[in-house]
């Protein structure tokens, strides 16, 4: 029985979202920027969803900015952040962990090689954590914006997001956090995070592709990177996608409701997978913090193994897993995230990442486990062990 277990790289779409979309996509098919009726019932439909999110995140509907995807998210808080940080106060420098999605740290690199900025990368333990100490010593004055990824998509490691953001705020800087991995398994009430903006994405929560969130705090300092008509509060112009924004409204509002029964659920089989490959699999070891980890992530690197050859082996016995982010497949360079925990790159090539979802049964992990390791098996015999 083939089984997806990569529900880090995206989750399908929910059944009850794709319902309240249809409409959307078919008869109620105005521009909510239009004064007539068509256009009214868009825009209400719009904003109902701006609501809803609000609603999820316990923020005011005017500080939920939609947009197309969690790469925008990141991109519009990252360069808004710091243009406008230039802008204001004269500040340039960016304070980046080395372990972001590469929607963060490209962006980061771009604005240091193309526009100037001063970037430094936080410090981080082996476990791809930031040390609220090792922040309060490299915050400046002149720092304009602090980006520090919340439950890693990698490693899943988790990060103390709201000491983290105690800091920035003590000292005035605006604090982001990527929390694409976050919304089906960890808290996201932004009060409780104290972060100035968060960035979420729809299709990580069963909803769809192509639409995303970005929090942005009241009073927080953004400046427009895709500028045009008024829409967004001039944030981020262009026709709303009205579908998509509906689409992750709901998904947003049952992955809430459901999350403490999903996160229980997935921490079952997330350490049912960690504590069998630990056991069945010789040289594998764990990535990341074993307990302060993304609920649905196991994560590891196996000693002597190529990983995109692994992640091969096991697509041809049916099961979908990644050696890391879903960008790096096909990829022979390896993971940043790893090489930034102070990990050999030899070791960080065997990469594998084994991440469950709702649809993720214990059948489907025994079979996945039998499977893992006839593929091991397979790699070290004694033909390959020969050399
Ligand atoms: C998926 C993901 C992104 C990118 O989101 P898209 O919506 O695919 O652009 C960014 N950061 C993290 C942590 C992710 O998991």
Known sequence: MPAYLDYAATTPLDERVLERMLPYLEQDFGNPSSIHAWGQRADWAVEEARERVADGLGCRPEEVIFTSGGSESDNLALRGAAFAARENRGANHLLISPVEHDAV????????ARHAFELEWLPVDNLGRVDPDDLRKTIRSDTALISVIYGNNEIGTVNPIPELAAIARERGVTFHSDALQAPCQLPTRVGDLGVDLLSIGAHKFYGPKGVGVLFVRNGSQLLPIQTGGPQERGLRAGTHNVPLIVGLSVAHEIALARQETDASRFRMLRDLIIDEVLKRVPGARLTGHRVDRLPNNASFVIQGIDGNSLLA?????????????????????????LLALGMETELALGSLRVTVGRQTTEAEVGEFLEALQEAVVGFRSPVADAS
């Open 105 to 112: 740290s490209q962006t980061a690199i771009d604005l240091a």
């Open 313 to 337: 082996a096991l697509d041809l016995a049916g099961f979908a897993c990644s050696s890391g982010s879903a960008c790096k497949t096909g990829d022979p360079e390896p993971s940043k995230v």
